[in-house]
T-cell receptor, first 111, second 113 residues
Framework: EDKVVQSPLSLVVHEGDTVTLNCSYE??????LLWYKQEKKAPTFLFML????IEKKSGRLSSILDKKELFSILNITATQTGDSAIYLC???????????FGSGTKLNVKP | NAGVTQTPKFQVLKTGQSMTLQCAQD?????MSWYRQDPGMGLRLIHY???????DQGEVPNGYNVSRSTTEDFPLRLLSAAPSQTSVYFC????????????FGPGTRLTVT
């Protein structure tokens, strides 16, 4: 059965801390892994990682994909209160562009 | 471009009522999907479509119907609402193909009493 597991489920840190969010997966015909940030409304896209792009970085956020060990991590350095959100990981199969989402990690950054 | 739009934003139904959640996109995307999001459960796929006239079931299809008569529209029908369908519903679309991310609508918060 295809599944995507995120850990931890929730995390509380203080501004300036560095956090690492984890996403492991068991999905057949893996095509890509995506990270989304969800605040109060719809998820917004952060990164896509594929066989041809296993490391991405944007400002304080970075992500890597380990296709051999079937996991990805999302790092956030120098966290800010605006980073407080649910972070979702999704894995896409080749067939029919189906997305499999993890349950998310709820990050709370305190001042 | 408006992107992905959903209506209504909020809805309250009584058990047994039926209704349709509307979703439209103006990006000429082939793929469209409906998800529901419940606390602590991420996004679960209800139904999806790979193009006009083609739909298929996701993880949690029971109690929902979809159709895709045009590329732009992908309505989700609740046949006989149940309290277990209380949730936030998101519609999403994407081009398909190798490097394709999904774009999400703003969501519909549905309460069934």
């Amino acid at each position: 059965e295809d599944k995507v597991v995120q850990s931890p489920l929730s995390l509380v840190v203080h501004e300036g801390d560095t956090v690492t969010l984890n996403c492991s997966y068991e999905v057949t015909n893996f095509r890509s892994l995506l990270w989304y940030k969800q605040e109060k409304k719809a998820p917004t896209f952060l990164f896509m990682l594929t066989s041809s792009g296993i490391e991405k970085k944007s400002g304080r956020l970075s992500s890597i994909l380990d296709k051999k060990e079937l996991f990805s991590i999302l790092n956030i350095t120098a966290t800010q209160t605006g980073d407080s959100a649910i972070y979702l990981c999704a894995v896409v199969r080749y067939n029919f562009n189906k997305f499999y989402f993890g349950s998310g990690t709820k990050l709370n950054v305190k001042p | 471009n408006a992107g992905v739009t959903q209506t209504p934003k909020f809805q309250v139904l009584k058990t047994g009522q039926s209704m349709t959640l509307q979703c439209a996109q103006d990006m000429n995307h082939e793929y469209m999907s409906w998800y529901r999001q419940d606390p602590g459960m991420g996004l679960r796929l209800i139904h999806y479509s790979v193009g006009a006239g083609i739909t298929d079931q996701g993880e949690v299809p029971n109690g929902y119907n979809v159709s895709r008569s045009t590329t732009e529209d992908f309505p989700l029908r609740l046949l006989s609402a149940a309290p277990s369908q209380t949730s936030v519903y998101f519609c999403a679309s994407s081009y398909g193909g190798r490097e394709s991310e999904q774009y999400f609508g703003p969501g519909t918060r549905l309460t069934v009493t």
